[in-house]
């Protein structure tokens, strides 16, 4: 969650920096001068990341730096990112972490149920349109797949409509701990096959944010003890293996920005 | 028993899932979808173009105006981006007079355009079928 902080949402720290409010949610903060709102932000997103690496007490540090991602959030429409709200949660949750991940799990269950329910009342969603566009809007090398994607209404049409029943299943099976594992597979091939129709263009953001969410769940689960009843067979070296696929593919994203950016 | 701190935290979690659920709820009946968990459920291509008394602004000044790129992809509900805007010119820039059109296309096949100030009595913006 820091490593995405760090290098995916550097806006975070720019906007802190004297910029903040600006066309706020909340009408009343635009009457707090930046000179007055800013500087706690600062504060706190200087120290807080250093808190949690260090292990200085980061369940203070964490539940701080939640409410300062989602103060931010409030101080400014234009900042307003669904990702950064979800991670001022997870930011908060973990700081209130008493023994149970239950609060987490429904945290992800939230985000996917909302996630279904608007899809669900989109008319896009179920006759393909969405999915059609999504097609005329990312290119790459799957270009011709995805432009017959376009082409094709009902391939468009069952894609929409598998999305929304995923999100339904995973956000109402994650409220079982039981499920974990096979819950937590499911989401992270439902978000590696959003970034392949998308080619990495749409949905880096919650491939993060889920993948991280999933391991904080079975590490809460760890650390309880639970791993036996719940997860007969993940051992810590499965978790190792996860957080090394996590890592590389964030070197990978990078070394691909910093090839692009050279040639 | 329960202790102080116990009872604070475990008030705290249900206001804050409470406030969620609420927010889900209530965004049913808006047409901005802030806080109600709904990542990129919409696509829009969208430009922007801005003219004062003075003349049109640039792409950047746009762009600073707004914080939003003056010309470029909206991945949530077009209504957020318009909603900034009227809020900037009901706001900060009420004094300037502002002509504002918006030109979008969501999900590839609705096309429309928004204009400000209001041409409708409500004062909300309109936005129009573009053809």
């Not at chain 1, 009408?27 to 500087?39: E, H, N, S, T």
């Not at chain 1, 439902?190 to 392949?196: E, P, Q, T, Y």
């Not at chain 1, 749409?202 to 904080?216: D, G, I, K, M, Q």
């Not at chain 2, 801005?50 to 790129?69: H, S």
Request: charged fraction near 15%.
């Amino acid at each position: 969650m820091l490593l995405y902080l760090v290098f995916h949402r550097w806006t975070v720290f720019e906007e802190a920096w004297f910029s903040l409010p600006y066309l706020p949610f909340l009408k009343v903060l635009d009457l707090i001068p930046a000179g007055v709102f800013c500087p706690p932000l600062l504060l706190v997103l200087a120290l807080a990341p250093g808190c949690i690496l260090l292990g200085y007490r980061p369940r203070l540090a964490s539940f701080c730096l939640g409410v300062v991602l989602i103060l931010e959030v409030l101080a400014s429409k234009p900042l307003y990112s669904t990702s950064q709200l979800f991670l001022g949660c997870l930011f908060v949750l973990v700081g209130l972490y008493r023994g149970s991940v239950f609060p987490i799990r429904l945290q992800l269950s939230l985000l996917y149920l909302g996630a279904a329910l608007n899809k669900a009342l989109e008319a896009d969603w179920w006759n393909g349109h969405f999915m059609q566009g999504l097609a005329l809007t990312f290119g790459g090398p799957l270009k011709p797949w995805l432009t017959w994607l376009a082409d094709a209404p009902l391939a468009a049409t069952v894609l929409g409509v598998t999305t929304i029943f995923i999100e339904i299943t995973l956000g109402t099976l994650l409220l079982f701990p039981r499920l974990t594992r096979p819950i937590a597979v499911l989401g992270l091939f439902f978000h590696v096959g959003m970034l392949l129709i998308t080619l990495g263009g749409l949905s880096w953001v919650y491939f993060y944010l889920c993948a991280a969410t999933y391991l904080l769940i079975w590490n809460g689960e760890a650390a309880r003890g639970d791993y036996g009843r719940y997860l007969p067979s993940l051992g810590r070296q499965h978790l190792s293996y996860l957080y090394g696929f996590f890592i590389a593919i964030t070197l990978l994203r990078y070394l691909r920005g910093m090839v692009a950016a050279l040639f | 028993m329960e202790s102080s701190s116990g009872q604070a935290r475990r008030v705290f979690l249900v206001l804050f899932f409470g406030i969620q659920v609420i927010a889900i709820g209530v965004g049913r009946f808006t047409t901005t979808k802030y806080f109600n968990w709904v990542p990129y459920d919409e696509i829009s291509h969208y430009q922007i173009s801005v003219t004062l008394p003075g003349g049109a602004l640039a792409p950047t000044a746009i762009a600073e105006r707004y914080r939003k790129p003056a010309a470029g992809r909206e991945n949530r509900d077009i209504d957020h981006l318009l909603s900034i805007i009227r809020q900037y010119e009901t706001t900060y820039g009420a004094q300037d007079s502002a002509t504002v059109r918006v030109n979008y296309i969501t999900n590839g096949h609705r096309q429309y355009y928004w204009s400000w100030p209001a041409t409708r009595s409500t004062g909300a913006g309109s936005a129009t079928p573009d053809r």
